[in-house]
């Protein structure tokens, strides 16, 4: 007996062939720009040795990147579903280059303000998650969504894989002003990858997707009554402290240890690492398991894992075991989140809509990158943020049990 062989055909496999290459590219543009913003905690003590404003200063000036680059989510994520994506990811290039380059030059703390809370945050957040995944998803089937959006995720957190180490090696080697003019120089290498993402795609069929000439309005109107659409704010609110939290200070963290500063940027790299593992893992099982379950699963790991990290010795064993239990969740929550924004509302509008979810990530990250530099001035270290993290960690995962989100129905492989 003959066993029949399911082929594609080759305008199917140019097609696919097609989309993943927008995904890979999307993928590569994040790993530069997350790259950078994921190294920016180690440049922290070198510019308070430089500029002598002090780490509370210093941690303003980079929560005020962290809620700038929520800001311009739904303000770029609008423009490129209105323009498509291509020349809002030009635009971020410059202004993530010429942020990293101003560093260099200023010493005051509105010149900080400028520099890395205003240009280089806008600069990366034009070529983030909203505009990428949003791309991105108009040109793949709904049922590779959910993965496709993991891949471009893994993408970023090899960013941090890279560049944190890299980072560090140029500032041994050379000081930390060339490790910032590298930096500029490899955000524009994000402008000519944008040709591939440029145009306007027809959006791809969507289960529960807008209706037909449904205006941004209107759609703004369906999502903003949503109680469903609100949980995701409040998840990732929390998701955003604990990030901003840890990169940023997770340097100062190991300094008050003791311990060597190539230990920090050991712990992020390592976070990075395991977060292309988690986010091609939560990318998968979103077409398999309910992703309000998925972000639930990894809010409440973090808890965990933070209580486990206080109870631990301070060697940099735990370190590394910490942000490998850590990483495997660290930007996994954005695949789920993004691919329930489009079960939700269709992918019409989902750089706008998954963009405003991404501001409250930076609202939550403002708070976790600022306070932190008040808890270290104030008391000397990060206790009291440690378990203000556990907290909201818990409560993050109680808050996506209530989103409505339909149980996965398997897909029938054809014979």
């Known amino acids: 007996m003959l066993t029949s062989i399911r082929t594609t055909s080759p305008p199917a496999a140019r097609r696919a062939t097609g989309h993943w290459t927008f995904v890979l590219v999307a993928a590569a543009i994040l790993m530069v720009t997350m790259g950078t913003r994921g190294s920016l905690g180690l440049f922290l003590s070198p510019l308070n040795t430089h500029t002598g404003l002090g780490i509370a200063t210093i941690s303003f000036a980079m929560a005020i990147a962290q809620l700038v680059w929520g800001v311009v989510q739904p303000v770029f994520g609008a423009a490129a579903d209105r323009w498509g994506p291509g020349r809002v990811i030009v635009l971020g290039a410059v202004m993530l280059a010429a942020g990293s380059a101003l560093t260099t030059q200023v010493t005051s703390e509105w010149g900080l303000i400028v520099a890395i809370g205003i240009l280089s945050a806008a600069g990366a957040g034009a070529g983030s998650f909203s505009i990428l995944i949003g791309a991105t998803a108009k040109h793949i089937p709904a049922e590779r969504r959910s993965f496709a959006g993991g891949v471009i995720n893994a993408g970023g957190s090899m960013g941090q894989f890279v560049f944190a180490p890299l980072n560090q090696a140029v500032m041994s080697a050379f000081g930390w002003m060339h490790a910032m003019w590298m930096m500029a120089a490899i955000a524009l290498t994000t402008a000519p990858?944008?040709?591939?993402?440029?145009?306007?795609?027809?959006?791809?069929?969507?289960?529960?997707?807008?209706?037909?000439?449904?205006?941004?309005?209107?759609?703004?109107?369906?999502?903003?009554?949503?109680?469903?659409?609100?949980?995701?704010?409040?998840?990732?609110?929390?998701?955003?402290?604990?990030?901003?939290?840890?990169?940023?200070?997770?340097?100062?963290?190991?300094?008050?240890?003791?311990?060597?500063?190539?230990?920090?940027?050991?712990?992020?790299?390592?976070?990075?690492?395991?977060?292309?593992?988690?986010?091609?893992?939560?990318?998968?099982?979103?077409?398999?398991?309910?992703?309000k379950m998925i972000l639930s699963w990894m809010y409440a790991s973090r808890a965990v894992a933070i209580l486990l990290y206080l109870a631990a010795p301070k060697v940099p064993l735990t370190f590394y075991v910490f942000a490998a239990v850590l990483g495997a969740t660290w930007l996994a929550t954005v695949p789920p989140t993004a691919g329930l924004t489009a079960k939700l509302f269709g992918t019409r509008y989902l750089a706008t809509l998954f963009g405003l979810t991404l501001f409250s990530h930076q609202v939550g990250g403002f708070f976790g990158a600022w306070l932190g530099g008040v808890a270290v001035t104030v008391t000397g270290d990060y206790s009291w943020m440690w378990w203000a993290d556990a907290a909201l960690a818990v409560a993050a995962a109680l808050v996506n049990l209530p989103i409505r989100e339909e149980r996965p129905v398997p897909r029938a492989v054809p014979a």
């Open 193 to 291: 990858m944008a040709w591939w993402l440029r145009g306007q795609p027809r959006p791809q069929p969507t289960a529960g997707a807008e209706p037909a000439g449904i205006t941004l309005r209107e759609q703004l109107k369906i999502a903003l009554r949503d109680r469903s659409y609100w949980c995701l704010h409040a998840g990732f609110f929390t998701c955003g402290f604990h990030i901003a939290f840890l990169v940023t200070h997770m340097p100062g963290e190991v300094s008050l240890c003791g311990l060597d500063a190539n230990v920090a940027s050991a712990s992020l790299a390592i976070i990075g690492l395991a977060n292309v593992a988690g986010s091609l893992v939560a990318g998968a099982l979103g077409n398999r398991v309910r992703m």
